[in-house]
């Protein structure tokens, strides 16, 4: 592509856009800054239990086998020495282990803004927006409807607007008012354009990612050798569990990693019902699931960035319906974490709950989720804010009272909570107060006022009174009317015209085409 200097050079949405604007912020909330983790990661699993979940999948891998419904994965795991015995592949350990030992422990994902790559593996924490949901609720509908473009487009905003969101993941809400064969071009236009963070393609056969990736690339301003050089984009599949890889979201991932983008390999495995119903027994089988897959990308693409998903919870054994931010699914994310550094691979997991509502019920289960991503050194959180329902409905309130939690978790890593240094023993200032007065007014404080504690931007820490006196304005709905005003005065980030045109011309080429099939 001609003039790709120039253009890169009217990228906007980094630090001084972010300045430019600060008069039309909604809310004071925390600056871009993706945490570290500094905790020691919770591990449940004694040595000799890692050792017995990684001898259960592989003795999954080896003697039960895995189906996978794709012709070219077939032909290419005969070529590597698996057993194939129809569409079903049995693997050797040795090889498993060979294969997954090629993946970084660590990778790079640049979006056409340089300032939000994000950093993926190690001890590095990013959160991405919720995903997938068919169906949308707010306070002013006060009902679930299925999601359309505009819905769509307001949680990209949300999606952009908040610092502690650090990836764009899957389409906020499916715009269902858009034909699936071509869905992916207006709703990944969109993202581009509303956002500059990293982001997503569904893994959904050939021409929805080989669309995407090119749509990505006219984003960055990008040579097809710029675009390759380095993960600019990445996807996340699910295994259909129990032990089941299908055609179309294999055949993306291939296309992925062939050029150099990042995969995610994540089963969906609810013990008691697609798994045991036992926590190691569902893990192992996750485990076995997702190693399969890795091993399939890395004997195709040697070194492509791939990491494990984990998402095991289990099944309401009254009713069968999913069940999330439970004790178990916590337990599973922690032990999942141990087993990703075990295979020295980056780790995926979920911010979830089976609440409808924004209710306590959501805020409980999905803090549950999240602590335990935290806990489980996890390095990239899915549907970290705005999942309600299991995954059915996405709603904007819900999104930023989520944010609310992460941004604490955010501040919960700062490294300056727990300094040990002279200025934070204090004992000049214990010793100006001594056995009377208070700490308020002197300079040690008054110092470190603005900054010493967490100042939230949604809860509420005035007394009954003061909160009565204010409206009695319950959470949702002071979250509601910060989605509203965050609407009403969002700016997009910076894109060079040229760049918008092109990608414009491209979708509007595609869908003369006939966009992507809706046959599978």
């Not at 990013?126 to 009902?143: A, H, I, K, Q, R």
């Not at 998903?309 to 309401?316: E, H, I, K, L, M």
């Not at 414009?504 to 966009?515: H, L, M, P, Q």
Request: charged letters at 20%; proline letters at 6%.
């Amino acid at each position: 592509m001609a003039d790709t200097e120039p253009r890169r050079k009217t990228r906007g949405g980094g630090r001084a856009g972010a300045a430019a604007r600060r008069g039309r912020e909604t809310i004071e909330q925390m600056p871009w800054n993706p945490p570290i983790m500094i905790d020691p990661p919770v591990e449940p699993l004694r040595p000799e239990g890692v050792e017995a979940i990684h001898d259960g999948a592989m003795r999954i891998l080896e003697e039960i086998g895995v189906q996978f419904l794709n012709k070219e994965a077939l032909a290419i795991l005969r070529e590597a020495g698996c057993r194939v015995d129809g569409d079903m592949v049995f693997m050797d350990r040795e090889f498993v282990m060979e294969m997954v030992a090629k993946a970084p422990s660590e990778f790079t994902i640049t979006p056409r803004n340089l300032d939000r790559k994000i950093t993926v593996g190690g001890r590095h924490l990013n959160f991405g927006n919720v995903s997938s949901p068919p169906n949308y609720w707010d306070m002013e509908l006060g009902t679930k409807v299925p999601g359309n473009r505009e819905m769509c487009a307001n949680l990209l905003k949300l999606t952009q607007y908040f610092n502690c969101i650090h990836f764009a993941g899957g389409y906020p809400v499916e715009p269902v008012d858009i034909h699936a064969s071509v869905r992916h071009l207006d709703v990944v236009y969109d993202k581009l354009v509303l956002t500059d963070k990293a982001m997503h393609a569904y893994s959904l056969g050939k021409e929805r990612v080989e669309d995407v990736m090119e749509m990505v690339r006219i984003a960055g301003g990008l040579s097809d050798e710029e675009f390759e050089a380095t993960p600019r984009m990445y996807t996340n599949i699910n295994s259909t569990s129990p032990l089941k890889h299908d055609h179309p979201m294999i055949d993306g991932c291939l296309r992925m990693v062939r050029r150099g983008q990042a995969v995610v390999v994540t089963p969906f495995t609810l013990a008691g019902a697609m798994a045991p119903v036992t926590m190691a027994g569902a893990v192992a089988q996750s485990i076995a699931e997702a190693l399969c897959a890795i091993a399939l990308f890395q004997y195709v693409s040697p070194g492509c960035a791939c990491g494990i998903g984990t998402f095991t919870s289990n099944v309401d054994m009254k009713s069968g319906a999913p069940a999330f931010g439970t004790p178990e699914y916590m337990r599973a994310t922690q032990m999942t974490g141990q087993m990703a550094r075990f295979y020295g691979l980056p780790l995926r997991s979920s911010g979830v709950c089976a609440a409808n509502v924004p209710d306590g019920q959501a805020m409980w289960e999905t803090s549950n989720s999240l602590w335990a991503a935290v806990q489980s050194g996890t390095n990239m959180v899915y549907h970290a804010a705005g999942w309600l329902e299991g995954g059915l409905i996405a709603s904007p309130e819900k999104f930023i009272m989520d944010c609310e939690v992460l941004q604490q978790i955010q501040r919960y890593l700062d490294p300056g909570l727990s300094a040990t240094g002279a200025d934070d023993i204090a004992l000049d200032a214990i010793k100006s107060v001594g056995n009377e007065g208070h700490f308020f007014g002197i300079q040690h404080t008054q110092d470190r006022y603005a900054t010493a504690f967490y100042q939230p931007f949604l809860s509420d820490w005035k007394n009954y009174e003061g909160w009565e006196a204010a409206g009695s304005v319950w959470t949702p709905d002071r979250a509601h009317t910060m989605f509203k005003n965050i609407i009403a005065n969002f700016e997009a980030p910076a894109i060079d015209e040229a760049i918008r045109e092109e990608l414009a011309d491209f979708v509007a080429r595609r869908k003369s085409e006939g966009g992507a099939p809706t046959d599978f």
